[in-house]
């Protein structure tokens, strides 16, 4: 087990922990960290999408749980080089980005620190959360857009090249409109941060179920994290419907599995520390 | 100005902004960081310690609003070198400290990090918020405990000497009992935790008035941050009630200055950027 899953384990106990969000009454909560050296290279990306990106990453899980994203508390880390001008365009994406969203930045905390170190927290409201669990056997499991950029992006940049700017890896392109109006039809659903493999992995934990795979999906695909993209299962009988409601939003969708009996371990190589 | 404030000033709009906690409906939000070689250093604490820390100082904001701290968000940075042992202590301290508060640990962020920097966000509920504002001309300042041992203690540790393990930079004392009984006849209040002087700054621009002070305050009492103590005003026929409620629960008050008209300006040595 690797020490991150090791020290939230010693949490586990708690029926909060374990999904994208923890669920109080209509409220969703969710916290993710967005740090420089550990996410990403300062020379990356502008301030501007780094504070982008931070809030992409935690709306993200909101919209997983088919939740509306209402209010922001910003923990914010800054190096005392940075000039107003530079504060200003850090500001300004994360005020953009919860602006888009209509969420409001009621809070959090701003200090003096070696390197930018941001942590966000989103507090949603749902009346109807879609959970990790919930799958049923014979459901089918399906993914958003198209897998694998994010990997090559950032193999790119840790290489020193150029990516476009308009990459995933950049800036997250998240389908709230989509998700919101399929969650009814939707028996599990988590969004795919860490890569395909290890979600349907968390998918399978959570449910006791395995798959079967329709095709073999290859490890450019599978094990590229930081995608965004949405995955979840549903009954066959709502295929038509999903499809129908992802075509008018535009929205490719890959039906990879089917749940079965058994269970799924992820074999791509651990991003995580060990 | 300083960059903190600077960078907190672009979001000054939100009505939400500038009070210990952002109200929303009967909750109360508040986020701290709690960062390695910015609010600690690894030698002074043990890992429970700063876990312990670290909630103290979030949990403290709630009670300085009369709010009941329900849950937790944790988003933990951890060097990659912390073994099991380490990781099992640091849980320990966020565990220990939750429960004694009632507080129940919902989710958050674990990731690997150079250094240990944490990010506590505390979900409370208030019917009757204290606020930073309401403070009234004729009202009476007070603070709760002793203070000065914080900075005396900090700059102990600055120069390598050793604190007694009981010392509030280590361990703060709350006094949650003592102000929920008192919260209704105070008008506005706030807990120590840049220095009796500067919170005092913060009252004074908060309600747009002045201070008069009632004996002379030395820099050593009104410059220590981290105290983590009470400060609040209240109407002078409520100074009685008060101070029987304060000798129920063995807690000093000092009165120390009346609200006037004015305006007050903190002349401690910065500790934050600039």
Known sequence: MNKEDYFIKQFSHSKFIGDDGAIVGSYVYSADAFFENVHFKREWMSLKEIAQKAMLV???????????????????????????KELDELALGFKKTAQKFGIEIIGGDTICNEKLDISVTIISKSKRPVLRSGMKKGDLLCYTGELGQSLKHLNALLKGEKIPKKSKFIKPKLNA????????YVSAGMDISDGLFFELERLSKANTLGFEFFSSIPNEIGCSGEEYELL????????????????????????????????YECKCKGHHFE
């Open 232 to 263: 979840f299962s549903f009954a066959p009988q709502y295929q038509k419907k999903i499809e129908k409601i992802a075509h008018k939003h535009n929205i490719k969708l890959t039906i990879v599995a089917k749940a079965v009996k058994g269970s």
């Open 177 to 184: 409109k989509f998700f919101y109006e399929i969650a009814s």
């Open 58 to 84: 935690n709306i993200s899980d909101a919209i997983a749980m088919n939740a509306k994203p209402k209010y922001a508390l910003l923990t914010v880390a800054i190096p005392k080089s940075y000039t107003h």
